[in-house]
């Protein structure tokens, strides 16, 4: 990939998506005559969040920097109050501009609280994990958890651009960048198999912020995600298969008390979503199986624990996709073939979900935590 490259993401208010490195300047430019801007940014990128606002501040800019708690624990209503409160404080207005700094739990908190404050200021996304360049930054999906469940307070809200800066990835914890890779790999389940070869041909290069394969990845990712959502933006239709694995992913990341990686949570809801494939007669043993295959060469997890399905059920019964009190689930006629299964025999789930469970309680290796 030759960089940067711009993605457009042509909704009906069109943005860019900059892939390349060193973006400090095209964030310049993209806030240029802004009054005020807040910098929302999560604990590693103090560093990073303070250069960007001296720049923006050399600039003329009243800038600020804003810490907010790390991963999950951001993306709750205390966070998202603080950080109204602070914009009162600033004096942020409708001219200005909101910028989130760090992974998908940082531009889903900050695009929450954009979306929010004012009934809608703009917000720059800087995503710096694999899986918010690759999927939490595009497509203004916002939002944060609550009791009920994941991400069921929210809005759409898309961002006036997202810089993704592949320098960030540099620092980025391995088991991060795995966890990425499971939304990558959805990606190519859905809409774009040469994903799946150019991980499969070897899954260490793909996994190697320094290397070639992953901007490649990045890139690929990023254009599905343009088209899918600029031709369903709402989720009325088409966009719901984005959502692949997400049904049972959701419902894992709950019990796990949000401290599985979103991305492993994911990695089994495709196993999942694979297994109900096959077993509806759907899909193909060989593609079912290669989910398995994959998802396990990168380091992800494939299975969970045996107990757990009649919690899950439960978790997946406020899935925002289930109509008319039923579950729906995205599943695959083939490659790239997505379809839906609505109301499935109980009996289906059972099946499917003892095809990934196992006995003992997932380890706490570092890919969950
Ligand atoms: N809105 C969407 O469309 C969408 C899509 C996918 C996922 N999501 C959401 O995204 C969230 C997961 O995002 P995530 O996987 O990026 O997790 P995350 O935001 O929790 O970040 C993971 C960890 O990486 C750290 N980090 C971030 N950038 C770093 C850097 N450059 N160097 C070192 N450490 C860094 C963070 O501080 C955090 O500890 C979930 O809440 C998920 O629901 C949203
Ligand atoms: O952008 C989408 O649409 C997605 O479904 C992408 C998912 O990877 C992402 O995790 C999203 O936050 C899930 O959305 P939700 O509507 O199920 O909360
Ligand atoms: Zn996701």
Request: charged residues 25%; aromatic residues 4%.
């Amino acid at each position: 990939m030759t960089e940067p490259v711009r993605v457009e993401v042509r909704t009906a208010k069109p943005y860019p998506v900059v892939i390349g490195r060193g973006l400090l300047t095209d964030l310049v430019d993209t806030l240029a005559g802004t009054r005020t801007v807040a910098i929302f940014h999560q604990p590693p990128l103090a560093d990073t969040a303070e250069a960007v606002r001296a720049a923006l501040a050399e600039t003329g800019i009243d800038a600020h920097r804003i810490e907010i708690p790390d991963a999950e624990d951001g993306k709750e209503l205390a966070v998202a109050g603080f950080c109204w409160e602070v914009l009162g404080r600033i004096g942020l207005t409708r001219s200005d501009a909101v910028v989130s700094l760090g992974g998908g739990a940082a531009t889903d908190l900050a695009g929450f609280v954009a979306a929010t404050w004012m009934r809608g200021v703009r917000v720059v996304h800087v995503p710096t994990t694999l899986l918010a360049m690759v999927d939490a930054a595009v497509g203004g999906k916002t939002g944060i958890n609550t009791d009920a469940g994941k991400n069921l307070v929210g809005a759409f809200h898309e961002p006036s651009a997202v810089l993704v800066d592949l320098a960030t990835l540099e620092t980025v914890p391995r088991n991060e960048i795995i966890s990425g890779m499971a939304e990558i790999i959805k990606t190519g389940f859905i809409a774009d198999p040469a994903i799946l070869d150019l991980i499969e041909a070897d899954p260490d290069a793909a996994l190697d912020p320094t290397g070639s394969v992953l901007p490649e990845l990045i890139r690929r990712s990023i254009e599905v995600k343009a088209k899918v959502v600029a031709a369903d933006l709402h989720e009325a239709d088409l966009r719901e298969i984005l959502n692949y694995g997400h049904t049972l992913a959701h419902a894992i990341e709950r019990r796990e008390k949000y401290k599985w990686r979103h991305g492993a949570a994911v990695s089994v809801g495709l196993v999942f979503a694979a297994e109900l494939g096959r077993l509806a007669g759907r899909l193909s043993d060989a593609v079912a199986d290669r989910h398995r295959t994959i998802l396990a060469s990168v380091g992800l997890p494939v299975s969970y624990d045996a107990d757990a399905f009649s919690h899950l059920l439960k978790g997946m019964q406020t899935d925002k996709k289930n109509r008319n009190g039923l579950l729906r689930f995205v599943v695959l006629d083939d490659l790239a073939k997505p379809g839906r299964l609505e109301g499935p025999d109980p009996s289906l789930l059972v099946a499917a979900y003892s095809a990934i469970a196992k006995d003992e309680p997932a380890a706490a290796g570092p890919i969950l935590l």
